[in-house]
């Protein structure tokens, strides 16, 4: 069962070998994204008032939904880091993240499309308007999807085992 | 692949952060009403106090009433925007108090206003918070004539009433 493979520099990795760098990539992985997500909640739960005001210059959303999403965004993206670094409920969780993340970048480009300058609200409340800081911010929500989606096959590559 | 377990964990997680959102949201200082005034020309736009927390404050949308009551010199103007941005154009004859430095400058506001005092607090516009928030603090310390000019300065500016800058003052 020690089936080898050959890898650039001409050395050979056991399936055991990649097996545990795999393991290891996939703890970055969950760690990564879920104190990003933990993190990205905190400033949103303390002033919930603020978030509310961000979400409405994003100029999209229903004014009568402004204030629930408020108030329950930032915990689903608490509970889902949680469920991600836990492992309780780790595939529901990092399902919700992604689809947190398409929305956050399906927001963001229909924003840079129309020219409509907002504040993200990602990490502190009142961070940078601006064109460039949008696309900086579309490039780093699609790393952070391309890596919960890459995560989300290591789950199911080892639950095929 | 997608498992039927995956979709059904997705709709627990959603409803246990709905459910300890509203509950976290009701017992905060800090929590929102569910539904905030978020039309423009119906005042300053905000997420709005949960009921236990909230104080009501007048606010003034006419920006006509507004140069009305400044020219009169009935009432002292509040601008509580950062001084930098203060100096670069104000409402003529406006006090400098930022909602940054609400404690650090008490003592100082206090010598220049009483309970009394007729007020009128602006900002940047609708949809900044700081005269809402300062008003509010104001009410709370027990000012009993406490109004928000909602358009704040870029109404003001945008219908083309008087500006002072910096040392242009009276």
């Given at each position: 069962m020690n089936k080898l493979f050959r890898i650039k520099n001409g050395a050979?990795?056991?399936?055991?070998?990649?097996?545990?760098?795999?393991?290891?990539?996939?703890?970055?992985?969950?760690?990564?994204?879920?104190?990003?997500?933990?993190?990205?909640?905190?400033?949103?739960?303390?002033?919930?008032?603020?978030?509310?005001?961000?979400?409405?210059?994003?100029?999209?959303?229903?004014?009568?939904?402004?204030?629930?999403?408020?108030?329950?965004?930032?915990?689903?993206?608490?509970?889902?880091?949680?469920?991600?670094?836990?492992?309780?409920?780790k595939r529901s969780g990092l399902l919700l993240i992604n689809a947190m993340l398409v929305g956050f970048i399906l927001l963001i480009s229909f924003n840079l499309i129309r020219g409509h300058?907002?504040?993200?609200?990602?990490?502190?409340?009142?961070?940078?308007?601006g064109t460039w800081s949008s696309v900086w911010l579309l490039v780093r929500d699609l790393g952070m999807l391309g890596a919960g989606v890459y995560l989300f096959r290591l789950f199911n590559k080892k639950d095929s085992r | 692949m997608i498992f039927k377990r995956d979709i059904l964990g997705c709709f627990f997680i959603l409803s246990i952060c709905v459910m300890t959102g509203l509950g976290v949201n009701a017992l905060s200082p800090n929590g929102i009403a569910l539904r905030g005034q978020w039309n423009p020309d119906q005042g300053v736009v905000m997420a709005g106090a949960n009921k236990t927390h909230a104080v009501d404050v007048l606010q003034i949308n006419d920006p006509l009433k507004v140069k009305r009551l400044v020219e009169s010199g009935t009432m002292i103007v509040l601008d509580v925007r950062w001084p930098e941005i203060y100096d670069l154009g104000h409402i003529p004859g406006a006090l400098n108090f930022p909602l940054g430095d609400f404690e650090e400058e008490?003592?100082?506001?206090?010598?220049?206003?009483?309970?009394?005092?007729?007020?009128?607090?602006?900002?940047?516009?609708v949809t900044c918070h700081d005269s809402h928030t300062f008003a509010t603090r104001l009410v709370e310390m027990g000012f009993a004539h406490v109004a928000i000019y909602a358009g704040g300065f870029a109404e003001w500016e945008e219908m083309g009433f008087d500006v002072a800058g910096k040392g242009t003052d009276p």
């Open positions: 050979h990795l056991s399936s055991m070998d990649l097996g545990r760098h795999t393991g290891i990539i996939e703890w970055v992985l969950r760690l990564f994204l879920g104190s990003t997500f933990i993190f990205a909640s905190w400033h949103k739960i303390v002033s919930p008032d603020q978030f509310a005001t961000i979400l409405y210059g994003y100029a999209i959303f229903p004014h009568q939904f402004i204030n629930v999403l408020a108030i329950v965004i930032p915990f689903v993206e608490i509970v889902c880091g949680i469920t991600l670094i836990t492992g309780l409920l300058e907002f504040d993200c609200g990602c990490f502190s409340l009142g961070d940078t308007k | 008490k003592k100082e506001m206090l010598s220049r206003i009483t309970p009394e005092d007729e007020i009128l607090v602006y900002c940047a516009g």
